[in-house]
């Protein structure tokens, strides 16, 4: 019991260590260059390609999720004739 209490200590500081094994190159003032140049395209979709396909998709989803929103307003707000 002790032994996987002490295990588990050690395997909990190394994740949370502050030393890095692995060092990344820093592409903040690459970001910062794109996202700030004056070509007439808006923030939300200067990220490329992805950033397109997520702003396509969200605005596609909502406008079908309000659509079905309203149809469903209209159904409830109509009861079906008994008999």
């Known amino acids: 019991m002790l032994r996987s209490v002490l295990a588990l200590r050690q ?3 190394r994740t949370i260590s502050t ?3 692995r060092q990344f190159e820093n592409k903040v003032p690459e970001k910062q ?3 700030q140049e004056d070509n007439g395209i ?3 979709l ?7 396909l997520l ?3 969200t605005m596609i989803l909502t406008v079908a999720g309000t ?3 309203i149809y469903q307003l209209a159904v409830a ?3 079906k004739k008994q008999g």
Do not use: N
Request: charged share 20%.
């Open 19 to 21: 030393a890095s094994r």
């Open 67 to 69: 659509a079905y929103a």
């Open 42 to 44: 808006p923030v939300h």
């Open 33 to 35: 260059k794109l996202f």
């Open 11 to 13: 395997i909990a500081q």
């Open 55 to 57: 702003y396509r998709t």
């Open 77 to 79: 707000s109509f009861p």
């Open 46 to 52: 200067k990220g490329g390609v992805a950033d397109a």
